[in-house]
Structures are given as structure tokens and as C-alpha cells.
């Protein structure tokens, strides 16, 4: 079963170049780690942005706005509501609030969320 092309773009005309330089590089880089800055994409607080503060079981994890940021309160939500965005700052499992809310000051996460193109189009919605 499988392909009768080998990985080499010579040897398979149906493979592109840029398919096999895609492939080489990096594959997944927007893991499900505490820290990561999420976007809520389904349910009552849909549109508002989160951060993943512990992992639950493979498709749960707890997420924390702060509330006094960006209005979402600590609560666990399953992985498929969430849209994963490059931004992660270093934390602990489990965090507190004021951790959280000091590690998004810190690195200026929030405002380098609202400079990005994804930011600023749900910004101007």
C-alpha cells in the first residue's frame, strides 16, 4: 500500500518544492502548554482571548483571562473551543492570577497581540 514516490521532488513529479521544503522545516510550533495565549472560539466568552493555566486530560485544560484583563474567568474548557496563537510566556502548572497577570505585563503579551493582524481583525469587529 502507501506511495511509490520517494521523499525526493526528482523522483516524484507530483511532489512541489515547496511541499518538501514545508515538510523539512519546522512542522507544529502552537502547543497546548500553560501559558499559552489562546482565543475562546465557542460559548459565552467566544472572542475573548485566554491563557492555558493547566492541562486537565487530552482534551481539557483550565484557562484564566486574568478576569481583570480580558473578562474571562478561571474555568476548564475542552481544546476544540480554542484557537491557539504563537504567543507563550513561561509559567508554572497551575498558576496564580497575579502570575499570570505579571507574566502577561512582563512580556507585553497583550500588546503584542493587539499589533498582530489576527488581533486587529477582531478588533475592528
Do not use: N
Not at 502548572?93 to 503579551?109: N, Q
Amino acid at each position: 500500500f502507501g506511495s511509490r514516490c520517494s521523499s525526493s521532488a526528482a523522483a516524484c513529479p507530483s511532489k512541489s518544492a515547496s511541499y518538501l521544503e514545508a515538510m523539512s522545516g519546522k512542522m507544529y510550533t502552537r502547543f497546548v502548554q500553560p501559558g499559552r495565549l489562546a482565543l475562546i472560539t465557542f460559548g459565552p466568552c467566544a472572542g475573548k482571548m485566554c491563557t492555558i493555566v493547566d492541562i486537565v486530560d487530552q482534551k481539557r485544560v483550565v484557562v484564566d483571562g486574568p478576569e481583570s484583563v480580558t473578562g474571562v474567568r478561571r474555568h476548564m474548557m475542552p481544546i476544540k473551543r480554542l484557537s491557539l496563537t504563537d504567543f507563550h510566556m513561561q509559567m508554572r502548572r497551575g498558576a496564580r492570577e497575579k502570575t499570570l497577570k505579571k507574566a502577561l505585563e512582563k512580556g507585553e503579551t497583550m500588546k503584542k497581540w493587539s499589533e498582530t493582524a489576527w488581533g486587529k481583525k477582531l478588533a475592528a469587529r
